[in-house]
Structure formats: C-alpha cells, structure tokens
C-alpha cells in the first residue's frame, strides 16, 4: 500500500521567507509526528498529533515553527522567517499511536 | 532524560564478514526499542521492534536482540546492499516520541 509522502522533496529558500511543508500520512493511521535531522545529528521530534487530542508541541524549537493537521489527515509544517539555522531534513511519519513510527522520505529545505 | 548511543559511528565489513553494531540506551521505562534503516537522501524504514529484555526478532541477515541496558544488531554474511545508516531509538512508556541515536553508518564491500 501507499507509504507517508511529503512534498516537496526539496526546498530551496532565502532566510526571512515562510515556508510550508506538507505531509499525507498513510490512510488510517491517527498518529502523524514531524521530527528534524541536521546534517550529523541524530532526528529530533518536533511535534505528535494523535486523533482529535490536543497536540504535542514540546519539541517545537521556537514559536516561529507550527504545524496543522487537518481533518485527521494531512498535515502542514511551517517556519516563519526562516533562518539557516532551520536548514535540514524534515520527515514526517505516521502510526497508530504509541508504536511504530512509518516515515516519508523527508523534505530537504535549505535557507540561504 | 532519555539517551541512546550507538556505536561504531562507521563500519566497513568485507561481504561475508558477520558483525553486530551496538544500541546503549537509558530511559525510565521502556515501552519498544526500534531499529531503522536509512539510506543516503531516503527516510527511515522500519525493521523491527524489541519490547523487553530477552526478545529477539530476525529479518533476513539482520537479527535485533535486547537486554535491559543495550540492543544490538547482528548481521550475518552482509552483501553490499546492507550498506546503509541504521539508527536505534526508543520510545518510553507513556510518551509520544522516539528519541533516536545518531547511528551506525555501515559500508560493505565486496
């Protein structure tokens, strides 16, 4: 079946610009979660939607990021004045809460 | 706070030559230990999931096995195709998120 897919797979941006990353997780999966990885480190959460919960925002870097789910289904990330300190890999995954996170291929966005 | 370490940071393995990379983690109650596979511009993909001390799952030539403190991922015989980044991460009991390690790379020649 269809996996997590993100678009676009690359981003290119200057810094101050706002832009927005888009993730369809996998058909029936209630949990969505976007994580970043830089260039040497380890994936970082970002933040974790679960059905019509709340959602988690604890890994959120600074309030310039946010992030919608709509209709339980498709979810947007979005930096606000980017800097290039925000450059990175942006993944996102889907599950059924509490267990095995399924990825996307990422989002590559690079801010000059 | 939760951590997970992984060692070697990199590994060359001859095709044929078995080894095992390592997963150190601590945490305050673990709900699953996860293994990935990443390769170069991909997201992670899943292998396996290790929920208490003692489990072991297998999937090919990769075994996973678990113990209260550390995870390791044997791989026997590897072909060139393994060559990848495997990265461990744990999720604790009750939380949403994988806290992830920053991985092994791994290349296999021939």
């Known amino acids: 079946g269809a996996g997590v897919s993100q678009s676009p797979s690359n981003k290119v941006t200057e810094k101050g610009k706002d832009v927005e990353l888009r993730c369809d997780p996998i058909?029936?999966?209630?949990?969505l979660y976007w994580y970043r990885q830089s260039l040497g480190q380890g994936l970082e959460f970002l933040i974790y939607f679960q059905g019509n919960s709340a959602p988690d925002k604890s890994g959120l870097p600074s309030d310039r990021f946010s992030a919608e789910r709509t209709g339980g289904s498709v979810s947007t990330l979005t930096i606000q004045r980017t800097q290039q300190e925000d450059s990175a890999v942006y993944l996102c995954a889907s599950g059924l809460g509490g267990e095995t996170q399924y990825f996307g291929p990422g989002t590559r966005l690079l801010v000059l | 706070e939760d951590q997970v370490t992984q060692s070697p940071e990199a590994l060359r393995l001859q095709e044929g030559e078995s080894s095992s990379l390592n997963c150190s983690y601590t945490v305050s109650g673990l709900r699953g230990l996860f293994w990935y596979r990443q390769d170069p511009g991909k997201g992670p993909e899943f292998l396996f999931t290790?929920?208490?001390a003692g489990e072991e799952k297998e999937k090919e030539r990769l075994k996973a096995t678990l113990t209260k403190k550390e995870s390791f991922l044997h791989i026997t015989a590897p072909k060139p195709e393994d060559s990848a980044t495997y990265l461990c991460a744990l999720l604790r009991g009750g939380g949403n998120k994988l806290t992830f390690g920053t991985g092994t790379q791994l290349k296999v020649e021939l």
């Open positions: 290790l929920y208490s």
């Open positions: 058909s029936g999966h209630t949990a």
